[in-house]
Nanobody, 121 residues
Framework: VRLVESGGALVQPGESLKLSCNAS????????MSWLRQAPGKELEWVTT???????YYENSVKGRFIGSRDNYQGTVYLQLNSLTPEDTATYFC????????????????RGQGTQVTVSS
């Protein structure tokens, strides 16, 4: 399993960013995929889960601001981050869920190295 995230950057509050994750080495269309994040000194936090047929679930603090999506043909997942705040500063990880349907949480069996998102003025 290989998961490679990209797109992290330093942005100002209120700005937007789009993260990508290229997945390979497993049957992508048989796994739900999640985005997780970890801020310095804090525990790993669930952000969103994208199921194979499109049903997507969000953690409450990002609902309405972040949009998770997946391209089953390309084996890629995305996370559109809008209206960013300093509280969104974290390393964001793409993660493979060992289920084909998952309503959210930190369950995963593989994750990437992460991409850093820093929100600061």
């Amino acid at each position: 399993v290989r998961l490679v995230e990209s797109g992290g950057a330093l942005v100002q509050p209120g700005e937007s960013l789009k993260l990508s994750c290229n997945a390979s080495g497993f049957p992508f269309t048989q796994s739900a995929m999640s985005w997780l994040r970890q801020a310095p000194g804090k525990e790993l936090e669930w952000v969103t889960t994208m199921n194979i047929h499109g049903a997507t679930y969000y953690e409450n603090s990002v609902k309405g601001r972040f949009i998770g999506s997946r391209d089953n043909y390309q084996g890629t997942v995305y996370l559109q981050l809008n209206s960013l705040t300093p509280e969104d500063t974290a390393t964001y990880f793409c993660a493979k869920v060992p289920r084909n349907f998952y309503t959210g949480g930190t369950l995963y069996d593989a994750r990437g190295q992460g991409t850093q998102v820093t929100v600061s003025s």
